[in-house]
């Protein structure tokens, strides 16, 4: 099926309620593997992070990772879900060559959190409850690199690389309950809620969560119904996508292509489906297997994980405020719209702001450098703002120095250009560079003195009462003294010298 036989947006949601279900892989954070204590530092040589345990040689024993037990009832808490008081590990059975035990270490109908919500917030401010059916604890598989091939993928490949360093790597998979209701706002509360999750994984502390380097992917499962029918269609399941906008974009294509299959009288089939970057089209992967097909039994090399209420109510102590609540919470203290504030999330500058703030400066200021300057360099640079090499407490002195007169604008700029070039602090960079505000009333009054005796005609007519054509005095001192001198003060003096009233 091609782009061109999708129905619009439009009249899909005239015809059909979308249902949604969304699973999430986050990669932990964790030091070690999940069953072994093989490292997981990304960028390793491959297969350089491995052992007899997560090769699955025979004889090997795992052992489970108790940061990664401790990562899930953070997350399972942080979602509102009842934690398990016991539960085991499950092996679920397939042949796949990046996976060399030939089973992967999962949970099946024993998760450690089960029964929450999420809820998340709509770009409207409306507040959208996502209910989460389970989290549950599983190891990464290795990696595979098809050689030959024309797009990486394996078809037309001559052979493929394994790399087992990911193999065991602990991941937590959060699945929905079906998301229904959403309605025309389907692909919106998909990629909400994937954000929330983000967000949420990254302030408890247990993940990076960057969906650009796999950290954390979703499948987006779909289905349509008829409106006004409450039996569920049924679904495709779009598998790792990779970005939220790519969220949105699969759940948006799955609604318009399952709308034109279904309204010419055809069927969908479960299948698994593959997202395209490039054009936002999914593609089919394979026919879905049923849970029976992987032969799913606890596992018998593992203890089960029993986690102590008491446990469980000293980690519930340590959440810490959701980021929907946070964000609000800083807007207001900000005094700004909510447009600003999501540019801000864009832009990844909430942490960095607050940073600075804490470190002194106020938050008009830090916005102001942060979103602008800024901004514009790591733009420039292609780079994450956190990775500018410059600091909340650098860009917190530097607003100091401005607010004191020190430093203006065009000076600030010139010592962040210094800070980022690796020149050293901002008072270093000052002092070195020479940035300071020309306030040495001597000097500023020779400049202006000399200012008066070029322009002459200038000054008469300011002596005979237009005042407005200071401007051009102030504009010779500020060019005499290479922007240094603050500019309000070198007007002051230049009235003041031809006797007239500001
Ligand atoms: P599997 O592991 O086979 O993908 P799961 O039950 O773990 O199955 O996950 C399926 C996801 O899809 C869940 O989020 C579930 O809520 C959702 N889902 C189930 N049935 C439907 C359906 N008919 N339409 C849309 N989503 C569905
Ligand atoms: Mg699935
Ligand atoms: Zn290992």
Known sequence: MTVTDLVSYEDALAAYDPVMGLEVHVELGTKTKMFCGCSTTLGADANSQTCPTCLGLPGSLPVVNATGVESAVKIGLALNCTIAEWCRFARKNYFYPDMPKNFQTSQYDEPIAFDGYLDVQLEDGEIFRVNIERA????????STHIGGATGRIHGARHSLLDYNRAGIPLIEIVTKPIEGAGERAPEVAKAYVAELRELIKALGVSEARMEQGQMRCDVNLSLRPQGTEK???RSETKNVNSLRSVERAARYEIQRHA???SSGGTIIQETRHFHED????TSGRV?????D???FPEPDLVPVAPSREWVEELRATLPELPRVRRNRLREEWGISAHDMQSILNAGAVDLITATVDAGADSASARKWWMGELARRANEDG???AALPITPGQVARITALVSDGSLNDKLARQTIEGVLAGEGDPDTVV???????????????????EAIAANAAIADKIRGGKVAAAGALVGAVMKATRGQADAARVRELILEKLGVEG
């Open 136 to 143: 549950h604890m599983e190891e990464d598989t290795g990696k």
């Open 232 to 234: 569920f269609g049924t």
């Open 260 to 262: 034109a299959v279904l």
């Open 279 to 282: 054009d936002g089209s999914t």
């Open 288 to 292: 879905k297997e049923e849970a029976e």
């Open 294 to 296: 992987y032969r799913y």
């Open 383 to 385: 780079v994450e703002l």
């Open 431 to 449: 002092e070195k560079r020479g940035l300071k505000v020309v306030s040495d009333e001597g000097a500023l009054g020779t400049a202006v003195d």
